[in-house]
Every structure is written in structure tokens, then in C-alpha cells.
């Protein structure tokens, strides 16, 4: 989501993005790179921890996909995709694809292409534990002060259908959840899935409230029109889900949660 002018820097970027490009979309074979996007501070689903490694459900799925492309694990580099960032990365050739809490929308769908579904999950809140005010999404409209992540979907429903809240937008979820330890707002807003991982880093300090308010469809986003490689990781996607892997990946990163597994989405075929 940013752009560079002026010749000499236009230059200069141009000559970085070049070999990028060539790795983030390079083939499996021999020594070649794929760069793939996730989430690096999201607990259960795209998480980089002290030792450099990324782990999550998000990083197994992008894991799995990348061997059925042709891809070791140690021939991934990894690269952050906040929210704000995905369809630029993607546009511009910095990586290959992105697993990163991903919400399928049709604006989206304008810009980049999905495979998947892979998730299907809900927006929720979370808040102090010590809250009793905030129950549910009908309960944010007296001011509260809300906190999502700038260029989300959880962000944008909270501006068309919730008007009377004060909407406070972050870079990160990790952001927005130091806020609420600290009191500076009263309730964070994303996807279920997302906030029970930071509820289960913390125990005892957050907790879910209400029921979930939206059906968010998360899937692999990537270069618009690139045809061959969505159904090559709908392929990968049908595969994972239908071999037991997809299960086991949701069970070791989102069962420590407390949410149970669903029954995997049927991938979208358009």
C-alpha cells in the first residue's frame, strides 16, 4: 500500500524489485525460493517466535501448499504481510502467495485472486476479564472504544454498521491488544480464531464475549488471473483437508484455544 516516484529512487526500486519478483514466483525446482506472506504477531495462526521460526495454522497451511508446489520448508522465505499491505505485496510481485487471515471479499477479489477457502471463522470481541459491560456487539454503541487493525475487514463492518462506536485503527492486532492490558480502549474486534490465540497466550487476562457477528471466509490470496497456480493450491487446499492434515494443523494451533475443529470449507472453485 505505499508508492515510490522521483526517477533515481524509481530506478533504485526497480532494481530491487526485479530479483524479488524473480524469487517470490520462481519454480520448485533446484535451489529456488518461494516467498510467501503471513501474519508474524497472531498467536495460533501466524506467530514469529524469539528463535526466528514462524508457527500457526496459517503457517502450516502455507507450508503444506508450498511441498505441493514443489517446495521444501527450508527453500520458504517468509515475509510479514500486515493487513494494509496484502494486495500490494501481491501486485507487485513480492511474494508468491499469502496465508495471513485472509477474509475472501469481493473488493478484494477486484485486486488479487483466492484459493480456498481454507477457514471459515466469525468477527467477536474480546476484553478485559474483568468487563461486564460489553456483552456482544449491541452493547458497543455507547461510545466505547473499540480497536481493529487499518485495512481489515472487521475494521470497515465496524464503520458501516456500528457507527456509534469509537473506532480506534492500529497497524497490528498485537497493538490493539497491549491498548486493552493497558485500558486505553475497552474491546478489540477481529476475527474469533484470531483473538482466542492472544486470550490463550495471556490466561486470565482477556476473554471472548457475544456470539460472532460475520462469516469470514480466509483464503490464499494471490496474482490476479493466475489461473494455474489457484487451482494448483485448491488442489493442495482438497488434499490437506481430505488427508487428516488439515484437522491435526487446526487441533496443535487453535485447540489450545478452546475451539473445537469444524468441518474443513469446500474450496471455491470460480
Known amino acids: 500500500m505505499s508508492s515510490i516516484s522521483k526517477r533515481v529512487v524509481g ?34 495462526l501466524g506467530l ?7 508457527s500457526g495454522f ?3 497451511v502455507a507450508k503444506y501448499v508450498a511441498n505441493e508446489l514443489g ?9 510479514e504481510a ?6 500490494t505485496l501481491i501486485q507487485n510481485d513480492q511474494v508468491k502467495f499469502i496465508a495471513a487471515t485472509y477474509s475472501i471479499t469481493d473488493a478484494r477479489k477486484e485486486k488479487v485472486d483466492f484459493a480456498g477457502p481454507y477457514l471459515i471463522t466469525g468477527q467477536s470481541l474480546l476484553v478485559r476479564n474483568d468487563n461486564t459491560d460489553i456483552t456482544g456487539a449491541a452493547s458497543l454503541q455507547n461510545n466505547k472504544k473499540l ?19 469509537q473506532l480506534q485503527q492500529y497497524d497490528t492486532y498485537s497493538a490493539c491488544v497491549e491498548a486493552l492490558k493497558n485500558g486505553a480502549i475497552d474491546a478489540v474486534t477481529t476475527d474469533e480464531t484470531i483473538l482466542a490465540g492472544y ?15 460475520s462469516e469470514e471466509r480466509y483464503g490464499i490470496g494471490l496474482k490476479k488471473g493466475d489461473t494455474d497456480l489457484r487451482n494448483k493450491i485448491n488442489d493442495a487446499i482438497e488434499k490437506m483437508e481430505s488427508s487428516g492434515a488439515w484437522k491435526e494443523a487446526f487441533d496443535k494451533n487453535l485447540g489450545p484455544a478452546g475451539i473445537t475443529a469444524p468441518t474443513p470449507p469446500q474450496v471455491d472453485r470460480y
Open 199 to 213: 486470550a490463550a497466550q495471556t490466561p486470565g487476562a482477556f476473554k471472548l464475549v457475544g456470539e460472532p457477528f
Open 48 to 54: 514469529k517466535n524469539p528463535d526466528g521460526t514462524l
Open 58 to 60: 496459517d503457517v502450516d
Open 71 to 79: 517446495y521444501s520448508e527450508d527453500q520458504i522465505e517468509w515475509k
Open 82 to 87: 500486515p493487513s494494509g499491505q496484502r494486495e
Open 147 to 165: 480497536c481493529s487493525v487499518t485495512g481489515s475487514t472487521p475494521a470497515q463492518r465496524i464503520k458501516d454498521e456500528y457507527p456509534g462506536v
Open 11 to 44: 530506478a533504485v526500486a526497480l532494481a530491487i524489485a526485479l530479483p524479488l519478483a524473480a524469487t517470490a514466483c520462481g519454480g520448485g525446482d533446484g535451489g529456488d525460493k518461494v516467498v510467501i506472506g503471513t501474519k508474524f504477531d497472531q498467536p495460533g
